[in-house]
Structure formats: C-alpha cells, structure tokens
Nanobody, 114 residues
Framework: QVQLVESGGGLVQVGGSLRLSCAASGIIFSPNIMGWYRQAPGKQREMVATITNSGTTNYGDSVKGRFTISRDNAKNTVYLQMNSLKPEDTAVYYC????????WGRGTQVTVSS
C-alpha cells in the first residue's frame, strides 16, 4: 500500500519558518519526482516546488528565494523548508510522488498569522 504522510505543519507568525516532511512508503522512492503543492480556501491547487531524483529543483514564482525543497532517498523522505512566511502562504500543503503513477498525501495545514 502506497502512503505519503506529511508532517510539520502548524501555526506560525509572519516572517517565521516551518519545515515540512513527507515520508513515503510502498513505492520505489528514488527514481520519482517528488513535489510539494498547496491549496488555499477557494483557490486551485498550485505547485510549490519539485525535485527530481538527481536533485534538480523547480519552484513556484511566489516562493522562490524563501522555500527550499530537498530529499533524502535513503529515508524515502522529501522536505520543504519554508522561511520568511507570509499570510498568503496559508494553505493545505500536499506531497506528491510522480513516477509510473501519481500519488498524493493527505496534506498538512500551514497557517501564517499576521
């Protein structure tokens, strides 16, 4: 059974930091493109950051310079370090694995208060 389990979300003040983790099981992790996406209330889900198996990263324009995605293939885990958080970063953050199939986690809530 494939599982992607996100953790690390919570409530943080403007300018603060959070580190999200996504632990994968039931899949062959290392070849897959891993990504973080987010969905705010009333908005469509958007790409935050992706990372390939070789470490090539891609970021959404709104988070460039503030967020960093990384992965540890030995631990089947992908991370999202979020710095200088803004109220508009408030959303449910989802982990996604893209390989032969696409899998999603259930999400973790991030709330940035002003």
């Amino acid at each position: 059974q494939v599982q992607l389990v996100e953790s690390g979300g919570g409530l943080v003040q403007v300018g603060g930091s959070l580190r999200l983790s996504c632990a994968a099981s039931g899949i062959i992790f290392s070849p897959n493109i891993m990504g973080w996406y987010r969905q705010a209330p009333g908005k469509q889900r958007e790409m935050v950051a992706t990372i390939t198996n070789s470490g090539t990263t891609n970021y959404g324009d709104s988070v460039k310079g503030r967020f960093t995605i990384s992965r540890d293939n030995a631990k089947n885990t992908v991370y999202l370090q979020m710095n200088s958080l803004k109220p508009e970063d408030t959303a449910v953050y989802y982990c996604r694995s893209t390989g032969r199939y696409i899998y999603w986690g259930r999400g973790t809530q991030v709330t940035v208060s002003s």
